[in-house]
């Protein structure tokens, strides 16, 4: 198994991304901690990983507290000793955000509280715990909207975005020589709850699909998947990357310098 005798804390494992990682961390050897606000979903996720026989824990957690993230990171170390793999995944797309005229104060604060201080918070804290272990692997949560404008406008959520990938990179410079790993998982658009309510109709759908060269949104399980590989050894020689999983929309718009 590719993450035997490891500890992983995924912070947003109640649905989407993060239950779907939680649970194939978990089939792959992992002792998983489930971070969120949701209660009921996290121990949803946690019933469910148990169920296949296999360990995790339930803490509740609001990324956009510091007190929350360091407890976090306690209680994965008092449960399980050490903590080797960070999923910094909870975030938000809020349904009024929209371009820079129409987006409220107080929507585009919420949004960077939980997308980009979340991160921030669990590497402030994740780090040392990380250094504790001997070293580790951390997968922030970006966005292909990292890398270029939304069809659809979510000005919050894409500099959200901007902001994590940006992160990561200074992270991955300063942290490489500590054996702790720093990259960002990109995916392209998902047909996940968070999207979908996002892309409340037909018309919004279809003006993304139409820019997917794969033609259809991408699954949680698939990104899963490259997470995966990113908190295993496998994936040794890689850190600071922007690693995109998006069926293609980036090879299409983004022109190289």
Known sequence: MRLNNKTAL????SSGIGRETALLFAREGARV???DVNDAGGEETVAMIRKEGNEAVYIHADVSKAGDCKSMIDFAEATYDELHILFNNAGIMHSNDDD???TEEEVWDLTMNINVKGVFFGCKYGIPALRRAGGGSIINTASFVALLGAATPQIAYTASKGAVLSMTRELAVIHA?????VNALCPGPLRTELLMKFLNTDEKKQRRLVHIPMGRFGEAREMAQAALYLASDESSYVTGTEFLVDGGIT???VTPV
């Open 10 to 13: 995924i912070t947003g494992g």
């Open 33 to 35: 901690v489930v971070a």
């Open 100 to 102: 820079a005229e129409s």
């Open 177 to 181: 020589r500590e054996n702790i790993r």
């Open 251 to 253: 090879a299409a718009y």
